[in-house]
């Protein structure tokens, strides 16, 4: 047991580490990469090479800087979805959790009826609806779809609070419902939803990088990952780096905030989270 | 038991009835006129008025609703605005590549996921555990469809193992491993990292419970521990996982047909959305609603047969 504990809080540490260096190339990202955002080079198409470290691509631009530039796109634009998505989440499965008899049950269920899709088929959907022009529609559809895996877990992690004595006695002196749900449920939810969060930021990333794919996802001047490997999707067979490198990139981001938040849940775990409720 | 069956085919009815109704109100309580959106670059104002005649539009929505839905009684799903054609008869002439890749990538993950997550419970905190850890950690980091370019990319345009275009249809056994592997193995790779440690978590759970130490404490084989006691009580978890799996490779079809320009379901939703072709989008939620009700009614009949105690709640 000791020789996993140590092994699952190590990878939480670099899991911790390649998470910093990601935000921190997000913050400095454009002074350290080797070109501009307009410079187009005459090298179309380059393979790795001395002036462009990761190759360069049909416009010219090299790769490695729009790699850099892109992670405080993708970053930001993720982070916006998991918030605005978590918060309608959360708000869902708390409501859910609290309120009993048939409007309670009600609300359970369309948890469970936005669960039984793919996140990407209610992503694709709700694009249809609101259209694909611009920035917006991408995070509503995709916050749409976090929404209910947020309200699943927040119910479940509500209900035993509902059941402390706290919020009993709460109720007893004569709290709102407002009153109980934000001073003594949140709170406690902290954890959780913190876990969630951190969890739930690369299954965004990779959910935007396959709504580009297909053409849905960010606009055509916005450079996400999923953009640029969208870009590049068209000459995979003569410029494959194109492709390469920047799902890599995802792959080492999505890596380390998944080790990230497995790290968190070890450390915040319900299990042993009765002492961590706050009166 | 039939009670059972019978409320869960109910409940399956009901939802695949709201799915088809919010789909519809959705759609048409969108900002602006959709007859103006189908149109696009042609439209003008009598071409859209014309437009609203035909396709009913200027009738109040519920007489359309109502409409729509007799007509889904009758297998009339409209046509296709795009296409032209009636939906009924693309979804059938496209649902079968859908489904055999579903098929198999789920046997697939189930196959690589099941021994992989028991292996890593039964020799908790060992070197086979961190391992399926560890490459469970990295396929779910891993884009769907970067993995599939990538798996065409290697054996299919650099080695020439797999053909990279075209499909199965009409072939023999071997066009159809040919055509049907990469997308497969992509597939069940990456579901198999998410339901390794489900399977995982699902057997430490059981192996940690006391009567396991009982029959342990009594003489019992490991072996005979696994497979005759452990193994069981996991069944209705790991049936329930695939449920859980069926509904990951949709979400994986969506993107897979695109790369391996498979001619499925999921490669006419996407089009559909993009074209806004509404038929059709209603059409294929339909489809896959039935599905999800489908495998999921599936699922829990089989969980009634198994635990006894599920029946009789």
Redesign the interface.
């Known amino acids: ?1 000791n ?2 504990k140590l ?1 699952r809080s190590r990878l939480a540490l670099y899991g911790a580490i390649m998470s910093s260096i990601v935000v921190l190339i997000s913050l400095i990202g454009p002074l350290i990469a080797p070109y501009g955002s307009s410079d187009f080079s005459s090298k179309l198409l380059s393979p790795p090479c001395k002036n462009h470290f990761l190759g360069s691509d049909d416009h010219g631009r090299d790769l490695l800087s729009r790699i850099i530039r892109g992670t405080r796109v993708t970053l930001l634009l993720a982070i916006t979805v998991v918030f605005i998505g978590g918060a309608f989440g959360t708000l869902w499965g708390i409501i859910s959790a609290y309120k009993r008899g048939i409007i309670g049950n009600f609300i359970n269920r369309s948890i469970d ?1 936005g669960l ?6 209610t992503a ?2 709700v ?4 259209g ?1 022009a611009g920035r917006a529609p991408v995070i509503v559809a995709i916050s749409v779809s976090l929404a209910p895996r947020f309200a699943r877990v927040m119910h479940g992690s509500t209900l035993p609070i509902l059941e402390e004595n706290f919020v009993l006695a709460a109720k007893a002196l004569g709290a709102s419902h407002f009153r109980v749900l934000a001073v003594h449920v949140l709170p406690n939810l902290v954890a959780p939803i913190t876990v969630l969060m951190t969890i739930y930021l ?1 299954y965004v990333i ?1 959910l935007e ?2 709504l580009s ?4 996802g960010a606009p055509p001047d916005v450079p996400t990952w ?1 953009r640029i ?1 969208a870009d590049g ?1 068209v000459y ?2 003569i410029a ?1 780096w194109l ?2 490198f920047p ?1 890599v990139t ?2 080492f981001t ?2 380390s905030f ?2 990230l938040g ?1 790290g968190l849940r070890d450390l915040l775990d319900p299990r042993s989270a009765s002492r961590l409720y706050r009166k | 038991m039939l009670l059972y069956i019978f409320r869960r085919i109910i409940l399956g009815i009901i939802t695949i009835f709201v799915t088809v109704t919010i789909v519809f109100f959705a759609l048409r309580f969108i900002p602006g006129d959709p007859a103006e959106v189908w149109l696009g670059d042609y439209a003008t104002p009598e071409l859209i008025e014309l437009t609203r005649i035909k396709w009913n539009l200027d009738k109040p929505i519920w007489w359309q609703y109502t409409r729509y839905m007799k007509n889904i009684m009758r297998g009339d799903l409209g046509d296709s605005l795009r296409m032209k054609l009636p939906v009924f008869k693309l979804l059938i002439r496209h649902y079968p590549f859908t489904l055999r890749l579903v098929f198999l990538g789920t046997s697939l993950a189930i196959l690589i996921a099941i021994p992989a997550g028991v292996a890593a419970a039964v020799r908790q905190n060992s070197l086979t555990d961190m391992f399926v850890m560890m490459l469970s950690f990295f396929f779910i980091s891993m884009p769907l469809f970067w993995l599939g370019l990538i798996l065409l990319f290697v054996f299919s345009f650099r080695l020439d193992w797999f053909p990279s275009i075209g499909n199965e249809e009409g072939g023999n056994f071997y066009t159809y491993f040919l055509h049907l592997a990469l997308p497969s193995i992509c597939l069940g790779l990456v579901q198999a990292g998410l339901i390794s440690r489900m399977v995982r978590s699902t057997m430490i759970d059981i192996l940690t419970k006391d009567y396991i130490n009982v029959i342990r404490s009594k003489g019992l084989s490991e072996y005979v521990i696994l497979f005759k006691h452990a193994l069981r009580n996991a069944l209705a978890s790991i049936v329930s996982l695939i449920g859980v799996s069926f509904v990951l490779s949709l979400a994986g079809i969506v993107v897979l047909e695109m790369v391996f320009s498979r001619p499925g379901l999921g490669r006419l939703y996407v089009t559909a959305i993009a074209e806004r072709d509404y038929p059709l989008i209603q059409g294929c939620i339909l489809v896959i609603a039935s599905g999800v009700v489908l495998v999921n009614l599936l699922v829990d009949i089989s969980y009634g047969m198994i635990d006894p105690r599920i029946r009789h709640e």
């Not at chain 1, 694009?127 to 609101?130: E, G």
């Not at chain 1, 794919?213 to 849905?216: A, I, M, R």
């Open positions: 047991m020789r996993y092994l009826f039984s899709f793919p996140a990407i088929m694709l959907f694009l249809a609806i609101a694909t690369p990779i990088a396959a794919f297909l053409g849905l999923g490997i999707k995979m067979q494959p492709t390469i799902g995802i792959i999505a890596l998944n080790l497995d």
